[in-house]
C-alpha cells in the first residue's frame, strides 16, 4: 500500500527558513514525480514545485522560486522542500502527492503538515 | 499558465439528487483533467483522470465528462458520503493548477 508521510512543519518567523520530508513507501519511489501542493487556511489547493524521479529537474511556481528547493533522496525514500526566506503568505498545510507514471495527475497524497509564518 | 475556473464555488443538495460542477480551462487541455474531492482536515483524494476514467475504489456514482477546454463531474445521486469540497485540475503543463473548488453541502 503507497504511504506518504510528511513531517517538518511548525511555527518560524517571517524571513525564517524550514525543512519539510515527506516519506515514501509502498512502491518504487525512484521512478515517480513527486510534487507538493499547499492549502492555506479556508483556501483552496496551491501546487507549489515538481521534481523528476532523479532529481536533475525541478520546476516551481513563481510564488515560491528562488526562496524554496526541492530535493530527493532515493536511498531513503524521501523527499525534501527546503523554504527560505518565508513569508506570512507561505502559511498552508503543505503536501507532498506522488504523480502518475504515464499523466502526471496526482495518485496518491500525503496526510499534509502545518507551516505558520507569524512572528 | 493554464486557468481553471471551476462552478459553482458552492450548493446545497439533498441526499439522492444530481450534481454537476463544471471546470473551464483557458485554453484546450486534451482531457487532461482530474478530479478531487477533500473533506474537512484531510487530505485530498483522486477521483477520476484524464476527464472520464474513474480511479480504482471510487463508486460509480461519480463520472466526468468533457473535452477541449469544458469539463464535467457529476454525482448521479448523493450520498452522505459526498458531502465534501471538490477540485478539478489540469495536468497538461507546467504549472499544474486547480480550480477554485466547490463546496457541497447538505440543504
Known amino acids: 500500500e503507497v504511504h506518504l508521510v510528511e513531517s517538518g512543519g511548525g511555527l518560524v518567523q517571517p524571513g525564517g527558513s524550514l525543512r519539510l520530508s515527506c516519506a515514501a513507501s509502498g512502491f518504487t519511489f525512484s521512478n515517480y514525480w513527486m510534487h507538493w501542493v499547499r492549502q492555506a487556511p479556508g483556501k483552496g489547493l496551491v501546487w507549489v514545485s515538481r521534481?523528476?524521479?532523479?532529481?536533475?529537474?525541478?520546476t516551481y511556481a513563481d510564488s515560491v522560486k528562488g526562496r524554496f528547493i526541492f530535493s530527493r533522496d532515493n536511498a531513503k525514500n524521501t523527499v525534501y522542500l527546503q523554504m527560505n526566506s518565508l513569508r506570512a503568505d507561505d502559511t498552508a498545510v503543505y503536501y507532498c502527492a506522488r504523480a502518475d507514471q504515464s499523466a502526471y495527475y496526482f495518485d496518491y497524497w500525503g496526510q499534509g503538515t502545518l507551516v505558520t509564518v507569524s512572528s | 499558465d493554464i486557468q481553471m475556473t471551476q462552478s459553482p464555488s458552492s450548493l446545497s443538495a439533498s441526499v439522492g439528487d444530481r450534481v454537476t460542477i463544471t471546470c473551464r480551462a483557458s485554453?484546450?487541455?486534451?482531457?487532461?483533467v482530474a478530479w478531487y474531492q477533500q473533506k474537512p482536515g484531510e487530505a485530498p483524494k483522486l477521483l477520476l483522470y484524464a476527464a472520464s476514467y474513474l480511479e480504482n475504489g471510487v463508486p460509480s456514482r461519480f463520472s466526468g465528462s468533457g473535452s477541449g477546454t469544458d469539463y464535467t463531474l457529476t454525482i448521479s445521486s448523493l450520498q452522505p458520503a459526498d458531502f465534501a469540497t471538490y477540485y478539478c485540475q489540469h495536468y497538461y503543463s507546467s504549472p499544474w493548477t486547480f480550480g477554485q473548488g466547490t463546496k457541497v453541502e447538505i440543504k
Open positions: 521534481i523528476n524521479t532523479d532529481g536533475t529537474s525541478t
Open positions: 485554453l484546450d487541455i486534451s482531457n487532461s
